[in-house]
């Protein structure tokens, strides 16, 4: 079992930035691949970045590519997710997930966190 708790979002302008973290609670944190994954109001959720168990592999969504940097500190069970140049279109709730042994692109996940929202207004 994997308790995940978001933290870090917030209200900002188009053009700013926010730092998203996720605690994990366990001793195996390096043993799963981290991913924030976000959904805005009347929709899907949508994949936004990964990372493996040891940080070595990340994928990320186009829409995100080169403003948004995933990273994690597995001393800290933590995993971030850097935004900057955010867009109204950033809005949504973003989630933190953890998936055992493995990292992908996809929106499923072994643990999903509470979720913490995002509003970027123009």
């Known amino acids: 079992q994997v308790q995940l708790v978001e933290s870090g979002g917030g209200s900002v302008h188009a053009g700013g930035s926010l730092r998203l973290s996720c605690v994990a609670a366990g001793r195996t944190f390096n043993r799963y691949g981290m991913a924030w994954v976000r959904q805005a109001p009347g929709t899907e959720r949508d994949f936004v970045a990964s990372i493996s168990g040891n940080g070595g592999i990340t994928y990320y969504a186009d829409s995100v590519k080169g403003r948004f940097a995933i990273s994690r500190d597995n001393a800290k069970n933590t995993v971030y997710l850097q935004m900057n140049s955010l867009k109204p279109e950033d809005t949504a709730v973003y989630y933190c997930?953890?998936?055992?042994?493995?990292?992908?692109?996809?929106?499923?996940?072994?643990?999903w966190g509470q979720g913490t929202q995002v509003t970027v207004s123009s």
């Open positions: 997930a953890a998936k055992a042994w493995r990292v992908d692109t996809t929106t499923e996940a072994d643990y």
